[in-house]
């Protein structure tokens, strides 16, 4: 039997709405790719899988028609399944393991993942396990895939958790940053909602290193603290022009329009300007997104405008693959210099360079080199710039005695992610650089399980 | 965040007091907060312009000049902001440095009086120039005069104080007495001139600009502005810059991209509201 296909919503049709792209398997679809699964005995799936969700058994559960009883299977391991089923990178993690996948039909785990989360979300509420309660009080910094983590399974220990987020919503990335047609902020909530079940206080509007400093909530209290504020900080391309109106950072873009819902101007407040034609520059995630995002408010042509080749594009296969049937325009081995504004001040034109591939650099991709003298200029009314993520220094600067390292992120230890302050911990993209939710997740999970032990071992007595 | 107390300091200007007491036990001169109003709302800057550590609470000035602003200034004590955010922004440095002029037009009075107040209490000579279009748009004028040695006041038109610009008594001053700062806050082209006085005078000058902002913690970098050739986020980098090394033609630019919309939210809006009861004056 093939591996089962997710259905999605027509490419003329999507292109034009905020709907999700992938509807999600039908029930049948669901128990025919769980028939698939070998249930093998050597699990090298669950090997893929950061937080090693035990993907035979939940599998098994749902073949076994308990779909219910799956979703309790996986949230031992993954507190945030309908997240995961959605934007992992399921093709280089589980599914890249599986024993299928040498043959090129792995099971679609994160296609199945997501069925039974869904499934299970609208049986109302789901198994909520009342902890025993320790005398431990753990603060979280930044409620994005990594505290809330960490916030989950503190609380599943029985500690009393508090996370402090300084935007107005919980999410992290997944609030602000991935859009609703690939994860609809509905499903975001709804998982804040099943970790604020488990007794977690979620304070939002709170800028740690602003409001309150980590020394001000150790003396408060907390006997351990996590920090995951992610890699928020947006970098620039520092070429002419960077500055005009309608150039933005990806992250803005982006904030105003999930966030803040500028596509839904003018019954939200929060205005947006895109144009007709709009360049992205960069090729990861954040740049389809970004692009695809441009489309839906109505852009004629949009472009993605990346210096290296088309194998060399960072974001995931499927992302491009629906970003070109959504008639997204890939102008590859292509470099801006300069960004050109007209009186006002608004862009008008982006000035590129064109690229060739040289020798492999450190990361042992082709450095791509500068074409003397074939610089060319074409129209855009914007210009948004996803070419990576930096650490956010507010709390940074603000925390004395956190040790960072050379790339200016918090210096943890590998395997315990303590920091340099005793009792505080710190995993996510903080800690890595920008990376995957999965991996965040992964983190969260990993600084609470040592967050226990540290309270355990030192306040013995609470 | 709940409102304890309002009171109307002119046409379309409004003085609230916050219930915040996090963000007061914190607030610095030179520091200012994001809020939104509800959950349709935008989130819009706004300067600390008072506050009171023991009672918990902060006084934010404001003027109302579109939507979100109209909306805010409607509100009555005992409503509640869904969100306030802070202190957001890089302290004003307080240090005894001699004598200090303090430049404000119209609204800039109200970021400017917290730090006028901590450089008078720090033992600075304080000077301090009161600009506005007419008498009835002159705000914080006692306080002003409280936590200064001299205070001059002008307006556009000559119906108080003297008649001009800020920019003629400032000069008068700069070239009257030695000055060891001058800190301008207002609107852009007031800043932009004060700064080409003492550009011209070789005299230390610092702004507070107001960027349009999102977030106010460095995370979408849209209040980008040019400082010396160097592109600074002005949430986190400022909201105070050397004024002589500013380019204010920039900012102005960057202001206005989004007043089509704004216009028509303000216009939508305005049909069958009435606001606050200080806009009939
Ligand atoms: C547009 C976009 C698309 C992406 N797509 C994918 C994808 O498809 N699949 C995938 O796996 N990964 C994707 N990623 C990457 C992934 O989202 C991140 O790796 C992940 O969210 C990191 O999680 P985190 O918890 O470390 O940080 P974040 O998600 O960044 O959350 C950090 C949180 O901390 C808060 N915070 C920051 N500073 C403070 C402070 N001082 N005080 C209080 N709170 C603070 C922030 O507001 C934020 O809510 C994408 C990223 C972006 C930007
Ligand atoms: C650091 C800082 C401190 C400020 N302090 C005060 C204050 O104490 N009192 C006060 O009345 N105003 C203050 N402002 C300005 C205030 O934020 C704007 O007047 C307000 O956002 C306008 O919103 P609106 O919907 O009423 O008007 P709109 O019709 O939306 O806009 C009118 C004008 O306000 C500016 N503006 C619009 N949106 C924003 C935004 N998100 N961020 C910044 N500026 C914007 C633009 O220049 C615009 O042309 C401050 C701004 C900054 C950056
Ligand atoms: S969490 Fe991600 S990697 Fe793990 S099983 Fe689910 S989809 Fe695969
Ligand atoms: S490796 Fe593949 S087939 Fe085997 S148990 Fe895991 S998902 Fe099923
Ligand atoms: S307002 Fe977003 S970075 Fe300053």
């Known amino acids: ?462 | 965040m709940e409102i304890v107390a309002k009171d109307c300091l002119a046409p379309r200007i409004v003085r609230l007091v916050v219930k915040a007491p996090r963000i007061a036990a914190k607030a610095q001169p030179g520091h200012f907060v994001v809020v939104r109003l509800n959950d349709r709302a935008e989130r819009i800057p706004l300067t600390i312009a008072d506050f009171d550590r023991a009672a918990g609470t902060i006084t934010l000035i404001i003027q109302e000049v579109g939507k979100s602003t109209a909306m805010i200034n409607a509100m009555e004590p005992g409503q509640s902001f869904a969100d306030v955010l802070g202190p957001l922004g890089t302290p004003y440095p307080i240090e005894k440095v001699g004598t200090v002029v303090g430049v404000a037009g119209g609204l800039g009075a109200a970021p400017l009086y917290p730090k006028v107040k901590a450089l008078y209490e720090a033992g600075n000579r304080v000077i301090v120039i009161l600009g506005a279009q007419r008498r009835e748009l002159l705000i914080l004028m006692e306080e002003l005069r409280a936590v200064s040695h001299e205070l001059i006041v002008a307006t556009d038109d000559g119906s108080y104080g003297e008649h001009g610009l800020v920019t003629v008594p400032l000069r008068r001053v700069l070239e009257r007495e030695k000055v060891d700062e001058v800190i301008a806050i207002g609107p852009v082209p007031m800043m932009d001139a004060c700064c080409r006085i003492t550009r011209e005078l070789n005299v230390k000058t610092v702004v507070s600009l107001n960027a349009v902002m999102v977030d106010g913690t460095g995370m979408c970098g849209g209040c980008r502005v040019t400082v010396g050739g160097q592109s600074k986020f002005c949430c986190v980098d400022g909201p105070a810059f050397d004024g002589l090394q500013v380019d204010f033609a920039e900012l102005r630019q960057r202001q206005r991209y989004y007043n089509a919309q704004e216009r028509e939210a303000y216009q939508a809006h305005q049909h069958g509201m009435e606001g606050c009861r200080c806009r009939a004056k």
Do not use: W
Request: net charge neutral; hydrophobic share 40%; with cysteine.
């Open chain 1, 1 to 462: 039997m093939p591996r089962q296909v997710m259905p999605k919503q027509d490419p003329a049709e999507r292109s034009r709405n905020f709907g999700e792209v992938a509807l999600g398997f039908t029930p049948e679809q669901a128990a025919a790719e769980a028939a698939r699964c070998l249930n093998c005995k050597k699990r090298f799936c669950v090997q893929g899988c950061p937080v090693e969700v035990d993907i035979p058994d939940f599998i098994q559960l749902l073949k076994a028609g308990d779909p219910a009883g799956a979703a309790a299977k996986i949230k031992e391991k993954n507190s945030l399944p309908a997240i995961c089923g959605r934007v992992c990178p399921q093709e280089s993690q589980c599914e890249k393991e599986c024993i299928l996948a040498k043959k090129g039909e792995p099971i679609a785990i994160g296609g199945l993942e997501r069925f039974v989360a869904d499934y299970a979300a609208e049986q109302a509420g789901g198994t909520v396990r009342p902890a025993k309660a320790l005398p431990y009080r753990a603060a979280i910094i930044g409620a994005g895939p990594a505290g809330l983590t960490a916030a989950a399974d503190l609380a599943l220990q029985g500690f009393d958790v508090t996370i402090f987020e300084s935007l107005h919503e919980a999410g992290g990335v997944l609030q602000y940053g991935i859009p609703q047609f690939r994860l609809p902020k509905e499903i975001v909530g709804r998982e804040v909602e099943y970790i604020k079940q488990l007794g977690v206080k979620l304070e939002t509007s709170v800028l740690v290193g602003q409001t309150v400093t980590v020394p001000e909530l150790l003396e408060q209290g907390f006997q351990t603290i996590f920090i995951g504020t992610g890699a928020g900080l947006p970098y620039f391309l520092n070429v002419p022009g960077e500055n005009l109106n309608g150039v933005y950072s990806a992250n803005e873009f982006l904030t105003r329009v999930n966030l803040m819902k500028a596509y839904r101007f003018p019954e939200y407040d929060t205005p947006v300007r895109i144009g007709e034609r709009v360049a992205v520059v960069g090729g990861g995630n954040v740049a389809m997104d970004a692009a695809r995002t441009s489309l839906r408010l109505g852009a004629k042509a949009v472009y993605i405008v990346y210096r290296r080749s088309e194998e060399e594009l960072p974001a995931r296969y499927e992302e491009i693959e629906n970003a070109k049937e959504e008639g997204i325009i890939f102008r590859l081995l292509t470099n801006p210099v300069r960004i050109i504004g007209d009186e006002q001040g608004v862009v008008q034109a982006l000035e590129c360079i064109r690229m060739e591939l040289g020798e492999p650099d450190r990361s042992g991709r082709r450095r791509p080199v500068a074409v003397p003298g074939s610089e060319f200029q074409f129209p855009v009314d914007s210009v948004i710039v996803a070419i990576g993520q930096g650490p956010n220094p507010v709390l940074l600067r603000n925390t004395t005695g956190l040790q960072l390292n050379e790339r200016g992120y918090i210096q943890a230890d590998p395997e315990t992610l303590a920091t340099s302050i005793p009792g505080v911990f710190a995993g996510g993209d903080i800690v890595t650089g920008a990376a995957t939710v999965i991996a965040a997740m992964g983190a969260g999970k990993k600084a609470a399980r040592r967050m226990v032990e540290y309270c355990k071992q030192k306040y013995p007595n609470g």
